[in-house]
């Protein structure tokens, strides 16, 4: 069982930056993959980003260029480096886990980018 904590939401202006974090309750050198999502009001949970544990990433691309996921496996923490955030970027932010089969996810930290 692995426990996933997001923090790092908040409100920030358009163009601006937030990093999300998403602390592990142990080693995430182990997991197949851990990745974001989001889901905006009424709207499907989406893929933003994932990095596999090769360290290959992948991103939706309405983020390319302006969102970078990265991992500390000393820290067991994932992140979210968000820049240039746009309104439309606003969601709940989920922190996701992949090993095997399993699946494990965090409680979501919201997202506002508003003027």
């Known amino acids: 069982q692995v426990q996933l904590v997001e923090s790092g939401g908040g409100l920030v202006q358009p163009g601006g930056s937030l990093r999300l974090s998403c602390a592990a309750s142990g080693s995430i050198s182990w997991l197949d993959s851990t990745g974001w999502y989001r889901q905006a009001p009424g709207e499907q949970r989406e893929l933003v980003a994932v990095?596999?544990?090769?360290?290959?990433?992948n991103y939706v691309d309405s983020v390319k260029g302006r969102f970078i996921i990265s991992r500390d496996d000393a820290k067991n923490t994932v992140y979210l480096q968000m820049n240039s955030l746009k309104p439309e970027d606003t969601a709940v932010y989920y922190c996701?886990?992949?090993?095997?089969?399993?699946?494990?996810w965090g409680q979501g930290t919201q997202v506002t980018v508003s003027s």
């Open positions: 996701n886990a992949r090993r095997g089969r399993y699946e494990y």
């Open positions: 990095i596999t544990g090769y360290g290959n990433t």
